[in-house]
């Protein structure tokens, strides 16, 4: 294998250039050709596919977003965009693909394997952290502390005017941003998809707090939650107890952007020199994660069959330290 290609797909993460950084130069080290292919799948059908060598990286680790652009494509779900884009990367001599991204990336880079031979590898690029086969995901850890900053600032806010605040954070169908903010911000209830949660237990924890003496509360809650978003539960809550005076604040996009903590940075790195290496050694079908401190590779189906869960004991001290 002499020549191989990098892309972006689905949602950015902050540190996915930094892994996109890690693939060029240990490509080039192990004398590899490496294209960049801008904009994900589209990008690949349309033959937006571009040499890159160490320099065209430099300066980028500290960014957010992805030099290559992302992008959603339809077409690559059906065969027949599938064969465009197998074909663009025949026109380019392009045998190996390091596809940064979600499952939704996986499942096309398993297609691309299976119907055209081209030898993938992934590498787990989102905030949202509920990738399978890896303890942390590229982008995790920025968006963590993005949020826990955002609850740090709203909490005066909450202190002065002895206020409650309802804060939402991103995370699709996962509570993993939500329940470690919860922690680290100090929150005073926390709402996930993980665990269904009813309003009167949610009014019966801050009638609780506000007994113990609490005079400002903040309550973290996943967008992906069964209550609905932040203004329904603080709408809800109002409507069913004397807790009718709060205040809203959604954290949102800006949870996805910024430069990537040293966290991340490293993580995406060490990643993106595994995935090369991976290529090197013949594998294919196979995403690289981190476990206990270590690079492994585990097969992309596995990524989608299970999704990773955060330890429900992470609830328990949440609440416990919301006393
Ligand atoms: P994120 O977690 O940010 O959503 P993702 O990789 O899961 O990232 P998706 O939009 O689900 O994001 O997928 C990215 C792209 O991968 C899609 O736009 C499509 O081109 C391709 N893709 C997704 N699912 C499939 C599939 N089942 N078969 C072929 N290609 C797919």
Same mark, same amino acid.
């Given at each position: 294998?002499?020549?191989? &290609?990098?892309?972006?797909?689905? $949602?950015?993460?902050?540190?996915? /250039?930094? *892994?996109?950084? %890690? +693939?060029v #130069?240990?490509?080039v ?5 490496v ?16 040499p890159m060598d160490a320099r065209s ?75 399978? &086969?890896?303890?942390?995901?590229? $982008?995790?850890?920025?968006?963590? /502390?993005? *949020?826990?900053? %955002? +609850?740090? #600032? ?120 595994? *995935?090369?290496? %991976? ?45």
């Amino acid at each position: 294998m002499k020549r191989i &290609g990098v892309l972006t797909s689905g $949602g950015d993460s902050p540190g996915m /250039n930094a *892994a996109i950084r %890690a +693939v060029v #130069r240990t490509g080039v080290a192990k004398g590899l050709e490496v294209f960049g292919i801008h904009h994900g799948y589209q990008g690949m059908i349309d033959g937006e596919i571009l040499p890159m060598d160490a320099r065209s990286v430099s300066g980028i680790i500290n960014r957010g977003g992805t030099i290559l652009h992302t992008a959603r494509c339809k077409a690559f779900m059906e065969a027949k965009g599938r064969a465009l884009a197998a074909r663009q990367l025949a026109q380019h001599g392009i045998e190996g693909l390091v596809a940064i991204g979600g499952d939704g990336t996986y499942h096309g880079a398993d297609k691309l394997h299976a119907e055209h031979g081209i030898r993938c590898i992934g590498l787990p690029g989102t905030i949202d952290n509920d990738i399978g &086969g890896t303890q942390y995901t590229i $982008g995790f850890d920025t968006a963590l /502390n993005i *949020a826990m900053e %955002a +609850v740090d #600032r709203i909490r005066d806010t909450a202190d002065s005017h002895d206020r409650l605040f309802f804060i939402e954070v991103m995370g699709r169908h996962s509570g993993f941003i939500a329940i470690m903010t919860s922690i680290a911000g100090g929150a005073e209830e926390v709402l996930v998809p993980e665990e269904a949660c009813g309003i009167s237990t949610i009014v019966e924890r801050l009638q609780l707090a506000k007994s113990r003496g609490k005079t400002s509360m903040i309550v973290i809650i996943a967008e992906g939650d069964e209550q609905g978003n932040a203004f329904a539960v603080a709408s809800k809550v109002a409507e069913s107890s004397e807790f009718k005076d709060s205040r809203v604040s959604v954290v949102g996009h800006l949870q996805r952007g910024g430069s990537p903590t040293a966290f991340d940075r490293i993580l995406a790195s060490r990643m993106g020199v595994r *995935a090369v290496e %991976a290529l090197v050694e013949g594998e294919t079908g196979m995403m690289v994660g981190i476990q206990n401190q270590e690079m492994v590779l585990s097969p992309l189906s596995s990524t989608w069959e299970k999704r990773s869960e955060f330890s429900p004991d992470l609830l328990r001290v949440s609440r416990l330290l919301a006393t």
